[in-house]
């Protein structure tokens, strides 16, 4: 496949991440900031979220697998993962998050467990595609090309 | 619908991607980011990196007042509220009580009226809910380079 074909593909894959609510404008700004001087920028700040978000939903789930769950500790958890996957424009988790923290104020624990398993199916789903798009971004640097900048005027 | 704008899944509109030349600062300024949060922390450096800053970081909030009481001056501060050790609120005080004027953005997770003013109260000049975006902080960054006398 030739470059230009890969970075159209690029582009439709970032536009139906945006359209279907998986990626907000605050993704665009941490695109952004990758330039020559910084050309990892990407990879290494989604990583870097993998690792942070993966660390925090593993403290989740042993919050709420305590026989007398302090819900405190819990909404501090969610309470990061908010301010996490708001930074990185994933905003699907961050919507998963906000409805977990009113279920933690309730102090209803079945309803925690559920939302608990939403926000990780939230974030498995944009992990997936979040490595789908980079991998789509090396294959074009591999290539010769550039990362195309999104046109939102769409 | 307006040149620039779109509809997102979500209902909402996206906006037209800046860049960061909109902003050339004249001076180089200098920021501390305090935030908790390895993630959080690294990223508004970063931010605040391509912008052209000099960046300095800490993950509590008595590592934030120790750095100050040190004597390290810094154009603006970005704090978050929920912070190991001493939080961004009791930090935010301490760092005015030892007479630091420079712009304090306390930026946070949290979204409620009641932690906006709690904040604003302790000291810091704006509340920002996370992320910390271009429409917030280009303006302020402006305000900060002018501070400074041309030559």
Aim: aromatic share 8%; net charge negative; hydrophobic share 45%.
């Amino acid at each position: 496949m030739e470059v230009g074909q890969m970075q159209r593909r690029l582009v439709d894959y970032t536009k139906t991440l945006f359209m279907e609510g998986f990626l907000d404008a605050q993704f665009l700004q941490l695109q952004q900031l990758q330039d020559e001087n910084n050309p990892d920028f990407v990879v290494e700040v989604v990583s870097l979220f993998f690792d942070d978000s993966e660390k925090l939903l593993n403290n989740l789930s042993m919050a709420l697998d305590q026989p007398n769950v302090d819900f405190k500790k819990v909404d501090a958890h969610v309470h990061q993962l908010k301010g996490s996957s708001s930074s990185i424009g994933a905003q699907r988790v961050k919507n998963a998050c906000i409805a977990f923290r009113n279920f933690c104020e309730e102090q209803n624990i079945d309803a925690t467990l559920r939302c608990l398993q939403q926000v990780k199916h939230e974030y498995y789903l944009v992990k997936n595609k979040l490595e789908t798009l980079l991998r789509l971004e090396q294959q074009i640097v591999a290539a010769g090309g550039s990362i195309p900048m999104i046109d939102m005027g769409f | 619908m307006a040149p620039g704008e779109a509809n997102s899944g979500n209902g909402g509109q996206i906006l037209k991607p800046f860049t960061f030349n909109e902003i050339v600062l004249r001076n180089r300024l200098t920021a501390l980011v305090v935030d908790g949060d390895n993630f959080c922390r690294l990223l508004e450096q970063g931010i605040l990196q391509a912008y052209g800053l000099e960046t300095q970081s800490v993950d509590n909030g008595d590592a934030a007042v120790e750095l100050i009481a040190s004597g390290a001056k810094f154009d603006l501060i970005l704090i978050d509220m929920l912070l190991p050790i001493l939080d961004g609120l009791e930090a935010t005080r301490r760092i005015r009580a030892m007479g630091v004027r420079c712009k304090m953005l306390g930026v946070t997770a949290f979204s409620g009226e009641r932690e906006r003013q709690a904040f604003l109260a302790a000291g810091v000049d704006v509340f920002v809910e996370k992320p910390l975006g271009p429409e917030i902080l280009i303006p302020i960054l402006r305000e900060l380079d002018e501070q400074y006398p041309s030559i």
